[in-house]
């Protein structure tokens, strides 16, 4: 097998983004993820790519300067919120967050390099957070970033971001509703059940981007068999745009048993999406997927859900 086909980044330092023990989002999410990617043996088998911290003008492409400068404020003295309740400052909390913008960077970088095919970066996919504001534990957008960055530096036309956690990626949709080169096609809980409370089937785009965002609400409970019927509107979406580079946030909180969420799925749906997106980069020509971890707030679920993305971006 080609070791350069998929490239993954695996870093203590990305380990560092989390809100402490106890909160959902806490800082063992990776090491929960390295065990049973180690135990199947998928680091011999792929790239291993490195993390970095991210310019504060790489940050900058994407968020304003006055949120980013915030973060930096409350970075050092570790107080209050970035948000409006969910997502804590604490002591450091600008440089990790920009070292997971900094990794998927990195990752987008070695795929348009053609150093890997596709790439995986566990702790990533922060699609909460707004252009101006930390929302959800998001508190830098790293898809935003890596899709301003692409746009700008490879000049990519079609950039698709496809989003299976279970929580709408609201901070990506809004930053590019009216921006017809973001393919957008989401697949997350019913925001009448969930937060962020958006994503309706009725929010398509707006402007020249009207029909290029494509989001579908899943009901509570939803298992396998739901998923595997409403994933082929996200493939036809695509083949339509014909996207020249393909994101996705897999956010392993939609599978069931998880803390927060009501979704049902098996690590099988995670595969199933790997697998297709990847089949559609090839018969696009390209090969290019890059998947970010996301969601996922039991740590048995993530771990065996992106192992089952990496496994099928092989």
Same mark, same amino acid.
Request: hydrophobic share 40%.
């Given at each position: 097998?080609?070791?350069?086909?998929?490239?993954?980044?695996?870093?203590?330092?990305?380990?560092?983004?989390?809100?402490?023990?106890?909160?959902?989002?806490?800082?063992?999410?990776?090491?929960?993820?390295?065990?049973?990617?180690?135990?199947?043996?998928?680091?011999?088998?792929?790239?291993?790519?490195?993390?970095?911290?991210?310019?504060?003008?790489?940050?900058?492409?994407?968020?304003?300067?006055?949120?980013?400068?915030?973060? &930096?404020?409350?970075?050092?003295?570790?107080?209050?919120?970035?948000?409006?309740?969910?997502?804590?400052?604490?002591?450091?909390?600008?440089?990790?967050?920009?070292?997971?913008?900094?990794?998927?960077?990195?990752?987008?970088?070695?795929?348009?390099?053609?150093?890997?095919?596709?790439?995986?970066?566990?702790?990533?996919?922060?699609?909460?957070? &707004?252009?101006?504001?930390?929302?959800?534990?998001?508190?830098?957008?790293?898809?935003?970033?890596?899709?301003?960055?692409?746009?700008?530096?490879?000049?990519?036309?079609?950039?698709?971001?496809?989003?299976?956690?279970?929580?709408?990626?609201?901070?990506?949709?809004?930053?590019?509703?009216?921006?017809?080169?973001?393919?957008?096609?989401?697949?997350?809980?019913?925001? &009448?059940?969930?937060?962020?409370?958006?994503?309706?089937?009725?929010?398509?785009?707006?402007?020249?981007?009207?029909?290029?965002?494509?989001?579908?609400?899943?009901?509570?409970?939803?298992?396998?068999?739901?998923?595997?019927?409403?994933?082929?509107?996200?493939?036809?979406?695509?083949?339509?745009?014909?996207?020249?580079?393909?994101?996705?946030?897999?956010?392993?909180?939609?599978?069931?048993?998880?803390?927060?969420?009501?979704?049902?799925?098996?690590?099988?749906?995670?595969?199933?999406?790997?697998?297709?997106?990847?089949?559609?980069?090839?018969?696009?020509?390209?090969?290019?997927?890059?998947?970010?971890?996301?969601?996922?707030?039991? &740590?048995?679920?993530?771990?065996?859900?992106?192992?089952?993305?990496?496994?099928?971006?092989?």
């Amino acid at each position: 097998m080609d070791n350069t086909n998929l490239g993954v980044v695996v870093s203590e330092r990305l380990a560092r983004y989390g809100f402490g023990a106890g909160h959902p989002f806490g800082p063992d999410r990776h090491a929960a993820f390295v065990r049973e990617f180690e135990s199947r043996g998928l680091n011999r088998r792929v790239q291993m790519l490195q993390a970095r911290d991210a310019s504060y003008d790489e940050i900058r492409s994407f968020h304003t300067a006055s949120y980013v400068d915030l973060v &930096r404020e409350r970075s050092v003295s570790g107080q209050g919120f970035l948000d409006d309740g969910d997502t804590p400052a604490f002591r450091g909390v600008y440089e990790a967050a920009a070292v997971v913008v900094g990794a998927t960077l990195n990752a987008s970088s070695a795929i348009m390099s053609g150093q890997c095919r596709r790439a995986f970066v566990p702790i990533a996919g922060l699609h909460h957070a &707004r252009r101006d504001r930390a929302a959800g534990f998001c508190v830098f957008n790293d898809c935003g970033v890596a899709i301003e960055l692409l746009r700008k530096n490879s000049g990519l036309e079609r950039i698709a971001y496809v989003d299976i956690d279970a929580h709408h990626g609201d901070g990506v949709f809004y930053a590019f509703e009216d921006d017809a080169s973001v393919i957008f096609a989401d697949m997350h809980e019913d925001g &009448r059940y969930l937060y962020a409370g958006t994503g309706s089937r009725t929010e398509t785009g707006k402007g020249a981007a009207e029909g290029t965002k494509l989001n579908v609400p899943m009901p509570p409970g939803s298992d396998d068999a739901a998923f595997d019927a409403a994933w082929p509107q996200v493939i036809t979406h695509l083949e339509k745009f014909q996207p020249q580079f393909i994101i996705l946030q897999c956010g392993a909180d939609s599978l069931e048993g998880d803390p927060i969420t009501h979704l049902r799925y098996s690590a099988r749906s995670h595969a199933k999406a790997a697998r297709e997106l990847a089949q559609l980069a090839d018969r696009l020509g390209h090969g290019r997927v890059l998947g970010l971890g996301g969601g996922g707030y039991n &740590r048995a679920n993530l771990a065996q859900a992106w192992t089952a993305v990496v496994e099928n971006l092989l």
